[in-house]
C-alpha cells in the first residue's frame, strides 16, 4: 500500500511540470488576449468603458494610417518568410543535402549569425545601407560618382523592403538549422543512391524525395518565422518604414500614447493584429495544399534531370546570393564595430579617419545598468526555464508520455501568436494588480518566450538518451535523483549548454517584452540600442550593439567550452 501510494504521489507530483508549462504559457497568452478582446470591444472600466462597443473598430478603419500599414506589413513579413524559406532550402540542397556533416562549417557560421541579436543585426544593416552608409562609399570608392549621399536607398524602406532585407538575413539561418538538423533525422543517403542508380541528377532527386519528406518536420518553424515577420516591432523601429509604420509600431503608438483612451484603438489594432496572423497561416496552410497537390503529378511522372539550361544558372545564382546574404550579415556587423570606434568617419570615406575610445567611454557611465540587468534577466530567465523542461522532460521519460507529448504542441504559442497582441492585454492586467514595471513583470513576460526555445533545443538530445545508463546506476543502489544528477546530467551537459546559450541569446534580444512590462522603467541593452537608434550618435548606437552582440556570442562561446569531450587521465 505505502510503494502504492509513493507512486501515486510521484505521478501527481510529475503532472505538475506540464501543467506549470502550460499555466505559465498559455495561460498568460489567454489572459493576454482575453484582455485585449475586452479593450478593443470598449469594455475597460478603468478607463470609463463600461459596455460593449464598436467604436474603436469605427475608428480604426476611418483612420488613414491603417490600410498603408496593414499593407507595409504583409508586403514585409510574406516576402521575408517566402525569401528565407527558399534560400534554407537550396543552402541545405546545396551545402548537405545528405545531412551527413553534423558540424561543418555551414552550420557553425549560421549559429554565429544566429547569436547575433535582432536588433544588434538590425542597427549594423541600417549602417551598411544608409545613403551615407558603407554601400555607398563603396560604389563611390569604385566609381567615384557619389561625392555626396544620394537622396535614395538602394533597398527602398518606405515599401518595408529594407525591414524584409534584414529578417530575410536573419531568419534564414534560423531555417537552415532547423531544416540540417530535421535532415538528420530523415537519413536521405540511402534514398539518394537508390536515385542516382535510376539515373536521377542529384536535384531532381532531392526535390522527389527528400523535399517532401523534409517539409513537414520544419513546418512549424516556418509558420513561426512568418507570424514573427508580421509582428516584429524592434526591427520595424529600425529598419521599417516612417511613413507609413508598419502596424505593429502602429499598434505600440497607440499604446504609449498620453491620451488613455488610445488604448481602445490599440486594443482594436491588436486584435487586427492577431487576424492578419491568423488569415497568413492559413493562407500559408492552403497553399501547401494547393503545391501538393498541383506537384503529386510532377512527381510520378518520372523526370531524372532538370534542362541544363535552367540548372546550371540556377546553382550560380543560389551560390550568389548565399555569398552575397553572409558578406552582408558580417558588413553589418563590422559598421557596428567601426562606428564604436570612430573618432571620425566622413562621408565617402570608407573607413575611418581616426579611431578612437571616446564612444565607449562616453557610453561607459550609463552602459552598466542596462547590461548588468539585461545579462541577470537573461541568467534568471534562462535557468528558470531550463528547471521547468528538464521537469516536463524527465515526467515525459519515467511515467507518461501522452501528457507532455499532448502538452508540447501548446508549448509555442508565444511564437506563433503575434507579441504585440497579448502583451498589450498582459499590461492591462498588470496595471490593474498594482504590478506593472516591476522587475518581476519583465522576468515573467521574458520566460513566455525564453521557454519555448529552450524546450524546442533540449527535447530531441534528451529524448535520444540511452536509457540503460539510468538502468545501470539504478541496479548499483542509487536513486533515481542520484542518477538524474551524477550520470544523466553530465553526459548531457552538451545539450544543456546549448540550450541555455539560446535562451540567454533570446532574452538579450528581446525588446517588446521588456518595454511593456518595465513600462521604460527596466533598462536593458536592447531597449536603449532601439531607443538610441532613432537620433543619437552612431558612434554610441555602435557601442550598444556591438555590446549586445558580444554579450550573447560569450555565451554560445562558453557553451562550446562547455560542450567540449572532457578526457579523464585515470591518477
Request: net charge positive; hydrophobic share 55%; with cysteine.
Amino acid at each position: 500500500m505505502r510503494a502504492r501510494r509513493d507512486i501515486r504521489l510521484q505521478v501527481d507530483t510529475g503532472k505538475l511540470a506540464p501543467a506549470a508549462a502550460l499555466l505559465l504559457l498559455v495561460g498568460s497568452i489567454c489572459l493576454g488576449l482575453v484582455f485585449v478582446l475586452a479593450i478593443g470591444f470598449g469594455y475597460l472600466p478603468a478607463l470609463g468603458g463600461r459596455s460593449l462597443s464598436l467604436d474603436a473598430f469605427r475608428t480604426l478603419a476611418d483612420d488613414p494610417r491603417t490600410l498603408p500599414a496593414l499593407g507595409t506589413t504583409l508586403l514585409a513579413g510574406t516576402l521575408a518568410t517566402l525569401a528565407a524559406t527558399s534560400a534554407a532550402f537550396a543552402l541545405v540542397a546545396l551545402v548537405d543535402p545528405c545531412g551527413a556533416a553534423r558540424q561543418g562549417w555551414p552550420q557553425r557560421l549560421a549559429v554565429a549569425v544566429l547569436a547575433v541579436p535582432h536588433v544588434a543585426m538590425a542597427l549594423g544593416l541600417g549602417f551598411v545601407l544608409a545613403p551615407s552608409g558603407w554601400l555607398m562609399r563603396g560604389l563611390d570608392a569604385l566609381t567615384g560618382l557619389l561625392p555626396l549621399p544620394p537622396d535614395v536607398e538602394l533597398v527602398p524602406r518606405e515599401q518595408g523592403l529594407t525591414l524584409a532585407l534584414g529578417l530575410l538575413l536573419k531568419e534564414t539561418p534560423f531555417l537552415f538549422v532547423a531544416m540540417a538538423t530535421a535532415l538528420r533525422q530523415i537519413g536521405p543517403a540511402q534514398h539518394m543512391l537508390v536515385a542516382r542508380a535510376l539515373g536521377y541528377s542529384d536535384g531532381m532527386a532531392w526535390m522527389k524525395l527528400v523535399l517532401p519528406r523534409l517539409y513537414p518536420l520544419v513546418r512549424f518553424p516556418i509558420l513561426a518565422v512568418l507570424a514573427y515577420g508580421l509582428s516584429v516591432v524592434d526591427m520595424s523601429l529600425i529598419l521599417g518604414p516612417t511613413t507609413p509604420v508598419t502596424l505593429p509600431v502602429l499598434i505600440l503608438k497607440w499604446t504609449n500614447d498620453p491620451d488613455l483612451a488610445q488604448r481602445f484603438l490599440a486594443g482594436a489594432a491588436a486584435l487586427l493584429q492577431v487576424s492578419l496572423v491568423a488569415a497568413a497561416i492559413l493562407t500559408w496552410w492552403l497553399g501547401e495544399r494547393a503545391v501538393v497537390r498541383v506537384a503529386r503529378g510532377w512527381l510520378s511522372r518520372g523526370g531524372r534531370r532538370w534542362p541544363r539550361i535552367v540548372s546550371v544558372p540556377f546553382a550560380a545564382t543560389l551560390r550568389g546570393v548565399g555569398i552575397a546574404s553572409v558578406a552582408l550579415t558580417f558588413l553589418s556587423l563590422g559598421a557596428l564595430l567601426l562606428w564604436s570606434l570612430a573618432q571620425s568617419w566622413r562621408y565617402p570615406s570608407l573607413f575611418p579617419d581616426a579611431f578612437s575610445l571616446s564612444g565607449w567611454q562616453r557610453s561607459l557611465a550609463g552602459l552598466w545598468s542596462p547590461l548588468a540587468t539585461s545579462l541577470l534577466l537573461a541568467v534568471i530567465a534562462t535557468t528558470l526555464s531550463l528547471v521547468l523542461a528538464l521537469a516536463c522532460l524527465e515526467h515525459e521519460r519515467r511515467l507518461s508520455k501522452s501528457v507532455v507529448r499532448a502538452a508540447e504542441k501548446w508549448l509555442f504559442l508565444p511564437l506563433l501568436v503575434p507579441e504585440v497582441s497579448f502583451l498589450l492585454g498582459l499590461q492591462i492586467l498588470l496595471l490593474l494588480i498594482g504590478c506593472n514595471g516591476s522587475w518581476a513583470a519583465v522576468l515573467w513576460m521574458h520566460l513566455l518566450f525564453v521557454f519555448p526555445y529552450v524546450f524546442l533545443t533540449l527535447k530531441d538530445p534528451w529524448r535520444s538518451f540511452d536509457p540503460r545508463y539510468e538502468r545501470a546506476g539504478v541496479s548499483l543502489g542509487k536513486s533515481p535523483w542520484t542518477v538524474f544528477r551524477q550520470i544523466k546530467l553530465p553526459l548531457l551537459r552538451g545539450p544543456l549548454a546549448w540550450a541555455a546559450a539560446v535562451g540567454c541569446a533570446i532574452s538579450l534580444s528581446l525588446y517588446l517584452p521588456t518595454v511593456q512590462g518595465g513600462e521604460g522603467r527596466i533598462a536593458t541593452l536592447a531597449s536603449e540600442a532601439v531607443s538610441l537608434s532613432a537620433g543619437g550618435d552612431r558612434r554610441v548606437v555602435g557601442v550598444y550593439g556591438i555590446l549586445q552582440a558580444v554579450a550573447a556570442g560569450l555565451f554560445f562561446i562558453l557553451a562550446v567550452r562547455i560542450a567540449r569531450p572532457r578526457h579523464w587521465r585515470a591518477p
